[in-house]
């Protein structure tokens, strides 16, 4: 499926296919129990794609997950919300290459004039086939520790100044639950924004690969980006592969959730 990013209006002429499958991925059930997308069912980032400890989920969590979405190998799936670069970065990991991102989340269907819902679908379990995924699109933490000295690959730090000069761990300066605050050794520092605009679509190209090169995050290069769940991540790696072409682009899924709360990581402040 060549189409990655889609509009609200592709999305609103298929919600009635029984082959598409509307997510909306965030942080908290707020907003998706306030009002969703007709149809859509919720992921939460912090409860589905990771573990109370925030470490990743494997892939038989991931096809758990399928199942009880509803999902099948042939579903096409539809991403919205706070954070659908992720789900889609995961999915793509996966092997299931079915699946969208809608531009502009929730802002961008209210504008459109969608209609929102507070019903919650009832979903059957659909058994869920794995397909072959791409292991290349996820770094683990012991690959990521011999990626610091490989000349042949960059690390970039999306987070805020904040959080890369560790001032904060949490993007929120939220003080619960903190680890260790700082940055991976000889990581680059690339804030998410300078890649992306607020209505999270991407900036100018040749703005976005000025900034890249000059940070070394070249496409002859392996560019592992990372943040703090995995979102802001995935946004940056997003662009890099889908809008930039980059060859070779992966996503540290621990991020900084997993990395400044284990104790013996290395540590840059």
Known sequence: MEK????????????????????????????????????????????????????????????ALLERSGVGPDTTIVLYGYAPHLGHWLLDHHGHDRAVVMEGGREAWEDSGGEWTTEVPQLAPSGYERRVGR??????????????????????????????????????????????AGHIPGAVHIPVEVIRDQGAGARDPDEIRRVLTAAGATPDRRV???CTIGNRASQ??????????????????????????????PVEA
């Open 4 to 63: 990655v990013l889609v509009d609200p209006r592709w999305v609103a002429e298929r919600l009635d296919d029984p082959g598409v499958r509307v997510i909306e991925v965030d942080v908290s059930p707020a907003n998706y129990d306030d009002g969703h997308i007709p149809g859509a069912i919720l992921w939460d980032a912090y409860k589905d794609l990771r573990h109370p400890d925030y470490t990743p989920m494997d892939r038989d969590e991931l096809d």
């Open 135 to 180: 292991d290349d699109l996820i770094v683990d933490r012991e690959e990521l520790e011999r990626l610091i000295d490989d000349d042949a690959a960059v690390i970039v730090d999306v987070r805020s100044p904040e959080e890369f000069s560790g001032e904060r761990f949490w993007p929120s300066g939220a003080t619960e639950d903190v680890g260790r």
């Open 224 to 226: 592992v980006t990372y």
């Open 236 to 265: 940056v790696s997003f662009v890099l592969k889908h809008e930039l072409d980059y060859p070779d682009v992966a996503v540290y899924y621990g991020s900084w959730s997993e990395w400044g709360h284990l104790p013996d990581t």
